[in-house]
């Protein structure tokens, strides 16, 4: 079990171009959650895959974001022309698949992203 | 809508005195708890849940929680603090399977504690 992980760790771009994000869940948990974290606050969810199966997405998710999870392992997450605004804390956490569906999320170290 | 309320953003202790950092929530139904812990440049760490039964939860690091269902709290609590255990401690909800949000952490706005030597 070697843990979530993250790549970038660090990403700094300017205004108006794309960036992608990438998480390796631990192996074998079968959900993937992505959420955001700004300075101060609690982590806010953005979206959840189970297997390839995106089942949800947050309103905080625009349509200049976009996630995918091909094949059920890694995900990514892209942000398309992005705003200052978008300058956050990216987190990445998976979960196994549990009967009784009360399974804690593992999360990675988070990617921090800032957006000059 | 889930909700999760941490009413301290810091809470302070001395070192061998014991804690407590409050959460309340608000959800339909039975709800699922958690508690994470965050150090600097790190990330959360899972530390305990509550999801039915007993009403006091024992997690990692000699941390439990209760769960007070009549006053829709889960309060973290530790008997002897430690220096280490020095972080930012998040409270997060989750609603019973089922439900269209099943896979959805709802996350406090996080309490810094800091215990003295």
């Known amino acids: 079990d070697t843990g979530v992980s993250q790549n970038p760790r660090h990403k700094i771009t300017k205004r108006g171009q794309n960036v992608t994000f990438r998480c390796d869940p631990i192996?074998?948990?079968?959900?993937l959650y992505w959420y955001r974290q700004t300075l101060g606050q609690g982590p806010e969810f953005l979206t959840y895959?189970?297997?390839?199966?995106?089942?949800?997405k947050s309103r905080l998710l625009s349509d200049r974001f976009s996630a995918e999870r091909p094949k059920g392992s890694f995900s990514t997450l892209e942000i398309q022309r992005t705003e200052q605004g978008d300058s956050a804390m990216y987190l990445c956490a998976s979960s196994p698949r549990s009967g009784r569906a009360g399974g804690e999320q593992y999360f990675g170290p988070g990617t921090r992203l800032t957006v000059t | 809508a889930q909700s999760v309320a941490q009413p301290e953003d810091q809470v302070n202790v001395a070192e061998g005195n014991p804690l407590t950092v409050k959460c309340t929530y608000s959800v339909s139904g039975n709800p699922y708890l958690f508690w994470y812990v965050q150090y600097p440049n790190r990330g959360l760490q899972f530390l305990l849940k509550y999801i039915t039964g007993d009403n006091l939860v024992k997690g990692s690091y000699g941390f439990e929680a209760e769960f007070n269902k009549s006053q829709t709290s889960f309060h973290l609590k530790k008997p002897s603090a430690l220096v280490s255990d020095s972080a930012l401690y998040f409270c997060?909800?989750?609603?019973?399977?089922?439900?269209?949000?099943?896979?959805?952490?709802?996350f406090g706005q996080g309490t810094i504690l800091t215990v003295h030597p």
């Open positions: 192996s074998e948990h079968n959900r």
């Open positions: 997060a909800v989750r609603p019973p399977a089922g439900g269209t949000s099943y896979g959805k952490l709802t």
């Open positions: 895959f189970q297997n390839e199966a995106q089942l949800e």
